[in-house]
């Protein structure tokens, strides 16, 4: 049965649902207050189910060829003294392997994928909704209306959508800075081969990903204002790592003042229901894990699966697809909001005690506990990545 789907927000959870529920051949428009879209992002890692749902669609060899090389994965203290050495190639050993790319790029390939297959209007948002027994009268910003089966609201962290329509949520502040980015500069490190300065209070990641590209990522807890941190943000990541090497303070002070910087306060949802009447949320509108749980785009990308499988058993009832769909995700997202939480205390440690205890459990780590530590909480449950409930 054709629906009359909205989408809230194209971003990677959004063009991920258009693209699973046009092929169900449903309507689908997806609105977005951005006027273009570009190749612009931080760097994210695609793991596990999230490269399997990918290779399923088809997408695979294009992500690949949007990807960055990643080889090894050195864990350091701030003098550079080794805490691990790992291979990337051994350490996704019986699983897909993971794929290295930047946001906007693995946004761009689902964007090109399915713009002309639905419907994208550009410079548009929701500025009311009425609900009625089986549909929803949406008011867009151009003053438009359209009735619609399904509202999908997909607005990222910071939705005003979920805002105004959902009562049962809480944005919890992880007190933790966020910035990102790249540097286009000739260097002499190995391509592929990335270093992890782990901290008392911060996390500091080089990726090499071209002869003249350096990804840099770093987490600076700070319970501070948001516009405050953002103004100050060049300043405080020089100040942060201000006693690391020569090499690394010239390096964070190039991006700061020539990189392409990305600069947020991590945040995390706690949403018990995903749905209200015809309205439902998907990704980091719904229930974003924060960067640190290292799964936030395989999250987005398996939640919209998952809803479009629920959606495809009983397309002629709406409500019972998003209610099945929100009863399969709350104890995923508990897993991976669980999983962030555990990351910031080991990769990010509030003080010296716990930095020394980690830096020594993790260095005597023999490779197969080292394996576990960096696979085993990105899986899911048999029944889980074949959507079954109950």
Do not use: W
Not at 54 to 73: C, I, T
Not at 285 to 295: D, F, I, K, Q, V
Not at 304 to 333: G, W
Not at 342 to 368: C, G, W, Y
């Amino acid at each position: 049965m054709k629906k009359d789907i909205l989408i809230s927000g194209g971003g990677i959870a959004g063009f991920t649902a258009a693209k699973c529920l046009s092929m169900q051949g449903h309507n689908v428009t997806v609105i977005d207050r951005v006027s273009s879209y570009t190749k612009a992002g931080f760097l994210i890692s695609l793991k596990s189910f999230g490269v399997q749902i990918m290779n399923e669609m088809g997408l695979m060899a294009k992500l690949r060829k949007e990807s960055s090389p990643s080889e090894f994965v050195s864990f350091m203290e701030k003098n550079d003294e080794i805490i691990q050495h790992i291979s990337y190639e051994k350490m996704n050993e019986n699983m897909e392997s993971s794929v290295l790319i930047s946001r906007g790029g693995l946004h761009h390939v689902l964007y090109k994928n399915i713009k002309s297959e639905v419907n994208v209007l550009f410079n548009m948002s929701i500025s009311g909704l009425i609900q009625k027994n089986e549909t929803t009268v949406v008011t867009l910003s151009d003053g438009s209306n359209m009735e619609v089966d399904l509202v999908i609201i997909s607005e990222g962290l910071r939705s005003t959508t979920r805002d105004r329509y959902f009562e049962n949520f809480k944005l919890e502040d992880f007190n933790t800075l966020y910035m990102g980015g790249k540097l286009h500069l000739a260097h002499s490190f190995k391509v592929g081969s990335f270093k992890i300065y782990i901290d008392v209070n911060k996390m500091l990641s080089i990726y090499p990903i071209a002869n003249d590209e350096i990804a840099i990522q770093c987490y600076i807890r700070n319970s501070g204002n948001m516009e405050t941190l953002r103004k100050n943000a060049q300043s405080l990541l020089k100040d942060s790592f201000n006693d690391y090497s020569d090499d690394v303070k010239e390096l964070l002070a190039r991006f700061a003042g020539e990189g392409i910087m990305f600069v947020d306060k991590m945040g995390m949802v706690d949403a018990p229901d995903l749905v209200n009447g015809n309205l439902v949320l998907l990704g980091d509108a719904g229930y974003c894990p924060t960067a640190l749980s290292g799964m936030g785009a395989s999250l987005s990308i398996y939640g919209a699966k998952a809803l479009a499988h629920f959606i495809s058993k009983t397309p002629q009832d709406l409500k019972s697809a998003c209610r099945n769909y929100n009863e399969l995700m709350q104890p995923v997202i508990k897993k991976f909001q669980s999983n962030a939480k555990n990351n910031a205390a080991s990769f990010i440690p509030n003080d010296k005690q716990h930095l020394d205890q980690f830096v020594n459990s993790f260095r005597a780590a023999k490779d197969f506990d080292v394996q576990q530590i960096m696979t085993a909480p990105i899986v899911l449950t048999t029944d889980q990545l074949n959507f079954k409930i109950g």
